[in-house]
């Protein structure tokens, strides 16, 4: 299921308030400035920070950078 472009624009990182980068291909919403990854599961961002995936920026190749 396709995420929603407008959605996405809106998003913010809940722990940092920042932007968040698209990762259309891990279906995950990257928050650099806190290191982590965010699930999109059926189209939909799942904002929890239980459910984030911590990022390592110097070892991780799945995210942009």
Known sequence: ??????????LVC???R???IYDEK???LISDVAGLAY??????????V???RVINKETD???PH
């Open 61 to 63: 190749t799945s995210a």
């Open 14 to 16: 809940p722990v940092t």
């Open 39 to 48: 699930p999109i599961r059926n189209g939909i961002p799942i904002m929890l």
């Open 18 to 20: 920042t932007r968040l």
């Open 1 to 10: 299921m396709p995420t929603d472009p407008a959605l996405l624009s809106i």
């Open 26 to 28: 891990a279906q995950e």
């Open 50 to 52: 239980t459910e984030a």
